[in-house]
Nanobody, 122 residues
Framework: QVQLVESGGGSVQAGGSLRLSCEVS?????RAWFRQVPGKEREGVASIRTGALTTGYADSVKGRFSISYDNAKTTVYLQMNSLKPEDTAVYYCAAADGPIAGILAANSYKYWGQGTQVTVSS
């Protein structure tokens, strides 16, 4: 059974930085970060393939967010820089145990973390 534990959320002023961590127990093929605000669908932010380390990003975060993976710690990170108020959301870590079609589509992922709140004030 794959389990995901997130950490690193919090509050920051616009222009600041935060780093989210997601430790995963069990073997996975791809990891991703999603975010969700009340009343809206869960949005894919960034994805990484744990073997080849290839990545993909939503247009809204390109150039500001960076996803990485530490194989020794089986942990995926999301470095968020130049944060904006519109980045405020609950951020979720997700994992898939095989190849998927939509790397930023929520329904492609089987395993989910509990979520961590990120709040960016103006």
């Amino acid at each position: 059974q794959v389990q995901l534990v997130e950490s690193g959320g919090g509050s920051v002023q616009a222009g600041g930085s935060l780093r989210l961590s997601c430790e995963v127990s069990g073997s996975t093929y791809r990891r991703a970060w999603f975010r969700q605000v009340p009343g809206k669908e869960r949005e894919g932010v960034a994805s990484i393939r744990t073997g080849a380390l290839t990545t993909g990003y939503a247009d809204s975060v390109k150039g500001r967010f960076s996803i990485s993976y530490d194989n020794a710690k089986t942990t995926v990170y999301l470095q968020m820089n130049s944060l904006k108020p519109e980045d405020t959301a609950v951020y979720y870590c997700a994992a898939a145990d095989g190849p998927i079609a939509g790397i930023l589509a929520a329904n492609s992922y089987k395993y989910w973390g509990q979520g961590t709140q990120v709040t960016v004030s103006s």
